[in-house]
């Protein structure tokens, strides 16, 4: 099982930033979007599902929503669901565990 670990002040209060999964090269690296929303951590799959770019520079609403800055879909924070398109396939979601000050996200 692949884990990720990162420190929860590199998450700020009501940010996305975009990690990647360890890999033994570069180029097999998964990248994985952490959200620090309402005082939780989320851990979503870091690309649009309509057309593949970083979600990293979209924006989070204050009733849980991500918005794509691309092409407008919008996603659940908390399951990764679509809620409005033109993606038609939800994000992955990744489990979270908070040990201290230490992010651990696994697939």
Do not use: Q
Not at 25 to 49: G, H, M, S
Request: net charge negative; with cysteine.
């Amino acid at each position: 099982m692949t884990c990720l670990k990162v420190k929860s002040k590199e998450i700020p209060k009501n940010s996305m930033v975009e990690f990647y999964f360890p890999a033994e090269r570069p180029w097999e690296r998964k990248p994985v979007l952490l959200i620090n929303f309402d005082e939780e951590i989320y851990a979503l799959e870091a690309f649009c599902t309509h057309n593949g770019l970083s979600l990293e520079d979209g924006f989070l609403t204050e009733d849980g929503r991500i918005v794509c800055p691309w092409h407008g879909s919008v996603f659940d924070v908390k399951t990764g669901k679509v809620l409005d398109g033109p993606a038609k396939r939800d994000l992955k979601k990744y489990n979270v565990k908070i040990e201290g000050e230490e992010v651990i996200v696994s697939e």
